[in-house]
C-alpha cells in the first residue's frame, strides 16, 4: 500500500512513518520543509491548507494519514479544521479513498471515567478550550466526508516507546488510562490501515 503521511516531521508523523515502512508499505511524507522530512520515504512537499498542492503530492496514493496537530507557542487555532477541508478536497481530487486522521480523546467527554469527565477534562479544557474547538471541527468535516475514514482518539500524548500491546476501544473512551506515546499513536494508525472495523468510528487509544 502506498501511504501519504500529512504532518511527516513532526513526532507522531514520524513514528506513523517509520511504523509504515517497518510493515511494509510504501511511504511518502508530506512536509513544508523537505530538509525535515525522515528517512526512507518519498518526500513530497505542500501546505496543509493548499488543497492543489496536496492532490499533486497524494497522486498515486491508496490511503492518508493526517498527523497534523497544534504546535506548541504557535498562534494557528484553526489548522485542524482549514488541514482537513484542504486534504479532504485533495483526497477526491487524487481519487484516494482511505483517511486515518489523529484527533485527541482530550477534546471530548461522553464515556468518560468519572476522574477524566468532572476533574481533568474540565480543567484541561480551560486550557485548551481554542485547540479542542479546532478538533472537534476536523472531525466533523471528516465523519460528513465521503471517505473511508477512521480517526484515532489518543489520550495525552507522552514519549517513549514501548512493545507492549495498546489499549484501543471504539466509540468510547478507555477508563483509567491517561497517556498514550506518540511511537503508540504511530502503531495505531499504521493498524488502522488494514483493520476494517475500524471504518467510520472513533477509536480511543492509550498506552
Given amino acids: ?11 507522531t508523523g514520524r513514528t506513523t512513518v517509520a511504523h509504515a515502512l517497518a510493515a511494509g508499505h510504501e511511504v511518502v511524507a508530506v512536509v513544508r520543509d523537505a530538509s525535515r522530512a525522515p528517512e526512507g520515504a518519498t518526500v513530497r512537499v505542500a501546505d496543509a491548507r493548499d488543497g492543489a498542492a496536496l492532490a499533486a503530492a497524494l497522486d498515486g496514493c491508496d490511503a492518508v494519514v493526517s498527523c497534523l496537530g497544534h504546535v506548541p507557542g504557535a498562534d494557528d487555532p484553526t489548522i485542524l479544521r482549514d488541514g482537513a477541508e484542504a486534504l479532504l478536497t485533495a483526497m477526491a481530487s487524487a481519487k484516494v479513498p482511505r483517511l486515518v486522521a489523529i484527533s485527541a480523546a482530550g477534546a471530548y467527554v461522553e464515556g468518560d471515567d468519572p476522574l477524566s ?14 485547540a479542542f474547538e479546532d478538533t472537534r ?15 484515532l482518539r489518543p489520550s495525552r500524548l507522552v514519549p517513549g516507546e514501548t512493545a ?3 489499549r484501543a476501544a471504539i466509540d468510547r473512551a ?7 506515546r506518540f511511537d503508540t499513536v504511530g502503531r495505531a494508525a499504521v493498524d488502522a490501515l488494514t483493520t476494517p472495523a475500524w471504518v467510520s468510528h472513533a477509536v480511543f487509544i492509550t498506552g
Avoid at 117 to 130: D, M
Avoid at 137 to 151: C, G, H, K, N
Fill in 174 to 180: 478507555v477508563w483509567w488510562h491517561y497517556n498514550t
Fill in 164 to 166: 507492549k500491546p495498546y
Fill in 137 to 151: 471541527a476536523m472531525e466533523s468535516l471528516i465523519r460528513t466526508s465521503d471517505r473511508q475514514w477512521t480517526v
Fill in 117 to 130: 469527565r468532572y476533574l481533568a477534562k474540565p480543567i484541561v479544557a480551560r486550557l485548551f478550550g481554542a
Fill in 1 to 11: 500500500m502506498r501511504v501519504a503521511v500529512i504532518g511527516a516531521s513532526g513526532r
